[in-house]
């Protein structure tokens, strides 16, 4: 079996000049004109048709050496069918070996894909009665080939039914002179076209195969891009100003995670914009007050001496105060960051105590350590004492001299709480929840210092710790501020006396 394959290549020349598509899709790497389902597709086919078409080759291979070992074990059949003819009893009386070869081929009908015939002194005699697929017996050469056989021989030889594979059988009775023989001939493509039915058969099988892998590789692939379309389509009508969109996440394949790390970006961005739109609207909120009355009263400062050292003195009294609110912006903006903690080991009661420690020189109150829990939590402790001296100092504002502040922490399962008591003019029902808000004031007029950020600051430190500010309910006057923070293992805490500083 010869088998012929032509490969066809196409060459292109490539113009001197691109046209201004062909450039875009060069830089986009052929993105324009070749999607990601389309590579998908191409790719999955380019794998199929290679193994399919191995298979198809293999198959065929195989079925070819299949046909070789059956024309080979026929030959064989047929050797073995003369040889037991001639030794039998009724080939004992022929006296020519013509007679035997007549006899034998008339006892004999070859099948389709087999012929006989004779040959004697170098000549083709007679050949089997049934037409054979191609007339080997009338080709002189290959007649002249055999005769030449001196012993038994086998071989190919290529006819016009295809590939033949011969035996040579020669035969003597008694001492007649001369030389005869047998050819028995199995024409192999005969014999094999039904397996080259089914090789073919295979062939159209592959071939809708792949037409129907294209059609499901199609369909597949959109549904598997669906979610990537959505998540592109969501980023191209996502804008500064609307950031609430998102991509509804169906399954736990790697698609949806895609869809979910998205969404999580998303959320990530949300934060960071309306964190720079709320920082932008407070700077420009707060900061026009004081910039107004320092051009104001620059511009009505005079030459005496007195007015100009007094306005000098209004006027840095309100740069100061400026930069205190940036610095507190800018601290609530980076508040929403990753690295806006250091977290550490903290111990709850050196916390407490270095808090009073430290809170005492700003006022003549009453400093008290209520309680403090013999523990240790993981936490920034710098941003856990900024935020109680932002309490003590809200409350300092709102005590007279020789009133009642104490800090305390205490260690419950699951949590922590810090908190920054004190007995002084409290906080109004109305403003329980809006004191924590940006700028929010609360309506005591002896509150004249600060820019109302203090309790927001203290609020996004507890929620960088994952915990809360709240203000507690109590009978007495004053306020109660405690910070809740969550804490997975805390060591027991006992409960001490309260210390008196």
Not at 306 to 324: G, I, K, P, Q
Not at 440 to 456: H, S, V, Y
Request: a negative charge; one cysteine or more; proline letters at 5%.
């Amino acid at each position: 079996m010869t088998t012929r394959m032509t490969a066809m290549t196409s060459t292109m020349t490539e113009p001197t000049t691109q046209p201004p598509a062909a450039s875009r899709w060069r830089r986009n790497g052929g993105r324009q004109g070749l999607s990601a389902r389309v590579r998908i597709i191409g790719w999955t086919l380019s794998v199929l048709t290679l193994a399919l078409t191995a298979l198809v080759f293999l198959t065929w291979q195989a079925l070819g050496a299949r046909s070789d070992a059956m024309a080979d074990a026929e030959l064989s059949h047929e050797a073995e069918k003369f040889r037991l003819f001639a030794a039998s009893p009724q080939a004992q009386a022929f006296t020519r070996p013509e007679q035997l070869l007549d006899r034998w081929m008339q006892s004999n009908l070859p099948d389709t894909s087999e012929a006989f015939f004779s040959v004697l002194n170098g000549r083709a005699h007679h050949r089997s009665l049934a037409e054979p697929p191609a007339r080997l017996d009338s080709d002189h050469a290959f007649v002249a080939r055999i005769a030449a056989a001196t012993g038994p021989s086998y071989g190919w030889v290529d006819s016009s039914a295809g590939r033949v594979r011969y035996a040579v059988l020669p035969v003597r009775v008694g001492s007649t002179p001369g030389t005869a023989a047998l050819v028995v001939l199995e024409f192999r493509d005969v014999m094999a076209k039904p397996l080259n039915d089914v090789a073919k058969v295979l062939g159209i099988v592959v071939v809708g195969a792949l037409a129907m892998s294209a059609v499901a590789c199609w369909l597949v692939a959109g549904r598997v891009l669906a979610p990537i379309r959505l998540v592109r389509t969501t980023a191209e009508q996502i804008s500064e100003t609307d950031l609430r969109r998102r991509i509804e996440v169906v399954g736990n394949d790697d698609v949806a995670q895609l869809a979910r790390t998205f969404n999580t970006m998303l959320d990530r961005l949300e934060v960071a914009f309306v964190a720079q739109r709320q920082f932008l609207d407070d700077a420009g909120h707060e900061l026009r007050t004081p910039i107004t009355v320092v051009r104001g009263h620059l511009e009505l400062m005079g030459d005496d001496p007195a007015d100009r050292a007094e306005t000098t003195a209004l006027v840095l009294d309100e740069l100061s105060r400026m930069d205190r609110i940036v610095a507190e912006l800018l601290l609530l903006a980076k508040s929403e960051r990753p690295d806006f903690l250091s977290v550490g080991e903290v111990n709850l009661t050196d916390l407490v105590v270095d808090v009073v420690a430290k809170a005492r020189p700003l006022a003549d109150r009453q400093w008290r350590v209520d309680e403090a829990a013999d523990a240790f939590i993981e936490a920034d402790g710098q941003r856990l004492t900024q935020a109680l001296m932002q309490l003590v100092a809200n409350a300092v504002r709102h005590t007279a001299d020789g009133d009642r502040i104490t800090v305390g922490s205490r260690a419950l399962p699951g949590r922590v709480e810090l908190w920054v008591a004190d007995n002084g003019s409290g906080v109004a029902p109305d403003d329980r929840e809006r004191v924590f808000e940006r700028f929010a004031r609360g309506n005591d007029q002896r509150r004249t210092e600060g820019a109302g950020l203090g309790l927001a600051i203290v609020r996004s430190i507890a929620r960088a710790h994952g915990g809360e500010i709240r203000l507690a309910l109590q009978s007495g006057p004053g306020a109660t501020f405690v910070l809740e923070l969550p804490s997975q293992a805390v060591l027991p805490a006992d409960d001490p006396e309260p210390v008196s500083l």
